[in-house]
Nanobody
Framework: QVQLEESGGGSVQAGDSLRLSCRASARSEVPYAMGWFRQAPEKEREFVAAVTDDGAKTDYADSVKGRFTISRDGLKNTVYLQMNRLKPEDTAVFYC????????????????????WGQGTQVTVSS
């Protein structure tokens, strides 16, 4: 069982930056792939970014490419999402997710592929 705890959300102006953090209560020797998803009111949960267990490969939604960066600190079992040049359309609850890295170098980008989820953190961007 893996517990995930997000932090770093808040209310900002368009163009500002935020960094989300997600700490996993998991054994560091177990390879977990991790990802960030978001859900805006009355919308489906959507993929934002994901990273392999070793941090070697990443993937991003087209809407955030060039603005968001996912990274991880294996020693701290923590994954980060650096969000720059935020837009009002980025407003959503952001969720951290984790799953076992079954196949090396595969980046998982679908919510259905993840087994563990955090409670979410609200990000609000005003124009």
């Amino acid at each position: 069982q893996v517990q995930l705890e997000e932090s770093g959300g808040g209310s900002v102006q368009a163009g500002d930056s935020l960094r989300l953090s997600c700490r996993a209560s998991a054994r560091s020797e177990v390879p977990y792939a991790m990802g960030w998803f978001r859900q805006a009111p009355e919308k489906e949960r959507e993929f934002v970014a994901a990273v392999t267990d070793d941090g070697a490969k990443t993937d991003y939604a087209d809407s955030v490419k060039g603005r968001f960066t996912i990274s991880r600190d294996g020693l701290k079992n923590t994954v980060y999402l650096q969000m720059n040049r935020l837009k009002p359309e980025d407003t959503a609850v952001f969720y951290c997710a984790a799953r076992l890295q079954v196949w090396k170098n595969i980046v998982y980008s679908s919510p259905s592929e993840y087994d563990y989820w955090g409670q979410g953190t609200q990000v609000t961007v005003s124009s």
